[in-house]
């Protein structure tokens, strides 16, 4: 079985930058699933992995406008500390849910802390970065009906 469309993926994964840095990975007895065709994973991996098969071992570069995006300076802002009342200490690497331009969740992170100014950045932590993955893929099935309604995979803690 190969992998398009509507095919629920295992596969165990390294992820490292340019340098070499591991990123993330698998853990030896749990690979990672998704959706092929949902949106699951970054675009770039999910193109790389199409018409692969169980035992098929990929190794690609991703570039980052098909893995988080290009770093968007418009996304970093400095504020008051005292925009962040109710919060004790603020440091970087301190993350806060807040409304996006559209009124949409974004994670935020504190970058930087200078006296009374914050920095805040919006963009996804590996946002400019080039993602290397050192794929085996597992597992391959056929999706359910609920999984392909519902545009994920259901299993050990899903609540569909």
Do not use: W
């Amino acid at each position: 079985m190969k992998i398009e469309k509507d095919k629920v993926v295992s596969f165990h994964y390294t992820l490292t930058d340019d340098e070499n840095n591991v990123l993330d990975k698998s853990g030896s007895d749990e690979p990672l699933l998704y959706l092929h065709g949902a949106g699951n994973i970054i675009p770039g991996l999910e193109k790389a992995l199409l018409d692969k098969e169980v035992g098929d071992k990929v190794k690609t570069r991703i570039e980052p406008e098909e893995a988080y995006g290009i770093k968007q300076e418009g996304m970093v802002q400095t504020l008051p500390k005292d925009s962040f009342q109710g919060v004790d200490t603020i440091e970087p690497g301190l993350q806060f849910q807040a409304a996006g331009q559209n009124g949409e969740p974004v994670v935020v992170t504190v970058t930087k802390v200078e006296g009374d100014q914050v920095t805040i950045d919006g963009n996804h932590p590996l946002a400019g970065v080039a993602l290397t993955f050192d794929v085996e893929i597992a597992d391959i099935r056929d999706a359910t009906e609920d999984e392909k309604a519902h545009g994920h995979i259901h299993g050990a803690g899903c609540n569909h």
